[in-house]
């Protein structure tokens, strides 16, 4: 059998008796199933759950009964060994499904279903793209590629069995429209555009081919119905959308999730399903300038009461809105906030006014206040240094980490400066012993450099730079607008000299 890594997926849609009967029953005859368990699974979103289970196999004969309908989606009948024997669909009209194979089991060949014509078009068509599939692999096991044009050949060979597929394909939808499983198909056809004219420069008009792709790309799918993400194909065109189709930037994410999800029905469970995804995959991805759009979705869903019901916690909601809401700061394009730090060689009046050793926050604050003239007189605001660029580093003389990136920082940051790049480097210690850090920076030659601590413990570096680990880099331009952030040494000099 195969694994569920590599399946045909197979789709089963017929009526096994009367429709007015309550509930469901599938039952399937696999001659040549030894197993004594199997399971009735789902499809959901990017997941896969077990509605049920049939722990009376016996001789082939699989039944799943229940005394409510299945919700309308792709199901899956898998086996004792947790492998897919076939895939079928559900709708309001079909919940009572029998299917016969005297193959094996996963062999798509001897499938059939009792008394559907429907369905057993359906299965043709999957026998269809089966055997073009097999027709094409034993065509490339047939060629030994010596040369350029063997190769070409071979393109042009799954070009034309992929064209047939799609025609197939395309005939179905047409035929079964409004069926379920003819909007599942329809998830499967590119939306391609035929007839390309050329551009000015004579060849074929690469632009309107992109733009019709996009504009079509969704065409015909429900975004009411939450039937729409029980299959095993929405994922995937939903992730391949945001992550190849359009302009990977910010904004023009933003434009588009909010048009798709404009299309949901509020509160349902598909538009929940969207929010989480995309919540989830924002808040964590490592593209720079993406939080923008995680900050995007706490705005303008999650503070209008749309988060109800993602998370069986609710709690969950306010940590995501107290996330958004630190991180909106420090978006890209943002002015930097602002810092009061102590300079290193200051430390010794620090810990003179008994800062290197305080108890808890009201120790802080009562030697703040008592010494609040003086320390005013001391700090070094992020404002108050000028500069075209500013390397904006937070680190820690005892992070492994840090003591392999601060000296490479070092050198690009010399390397700027003999380029004639007007650039500074503020060097903010996450520690408090200024003592230490004073050594370590002369020591390591880093004189030149602003070094720089929270001596007096006001600025709570974590949350507000959103410092969590070191080193943590962020460049700056000469309004304090945040160029870029939370990037890695070797992408340092690219940024400063592509601006």
Known sequence: MKKVTFVLLIFILTPYFAYTQAGYEIIANLNKSNDTIAYLTYYQFDKTFIKDTC??????????????????????????????????????????????????????????????PSQSNFIDYLKFVSKQNINFINYKNSVILKDKKDTLLLVEKQKEIEKEITIYEKDFYTKNKSSFIGNVVNFKIEKILENVPNASNGRPDSLMVYNYYKKHYWDNVNFKANETMRNPFFFNKLKKYFETVIVQNPDSILVELDRILEKTEKGSD????????????????????????????????????????????????????????????????????????????????????????????????????????????MFLTLQSVTSDYIILVFWDVDCGHCQTEIPKLLTVYNDLIKQGKNVKVISVYTMHDGEKFLNYTIKNGLTNWTNVYDGVYINNLITKYDVYS???????????????KKIGVEQVKDIINFK
Request: aromatic share 12%; proline share 2%.
């Open 55 to 116: 722990f009376t196999a016996k001789n082939g004969k699989i039944i799943f009964k229940g005394k409510s309908k299945l919700d309308t989606g792709i199901y899956s009948i898998v086996s004792q060994q947790k492998t897919i024997y076939f895939d079928f669909f559900v709708d309001e009209q079909n919940q009572k499904l029998e299917f016969n194979n005297e193959k094996e089991p996963d062999n798509i060949q001897g499938l059939f279903a009792l008394n559907s």
């Open 470 to 484: 070191t080193p943590v880099i962020y460049i700056l331009d000469s309004k304090k607008k945040i160029l870029a």
């Open 270 to 377: 598909l538009k929940k399903t969207l929010l989480a995804h995309f919540i989830n995959y924002y808040e964590t991805s490592k593209i720079m300038g993406f939080d923008k759009v995680f900050v995007h979705l706490s705005d303008a869903y999650l503070k209008k009461g749309e988060g109800a019901g993602i998370y069986k916690d609710e709690t969950v909601i306010d940590s995501i809105i107290k996330r958004a809401d630190l991180l909106k700061p420090l978006l890209v394009g943002s002015v930097a906030p602002e810092l009061y730090l102590i300079q290193a060689k200051d430390f010794a009046v620090i810990n003179k006014m008994g800062f290197n050793d305080v108890k808890d926050s009201t120790d802080v604050t009562n030697k703040y206040y008592a010494n609040v003239d003086e320390i005013n007189k």
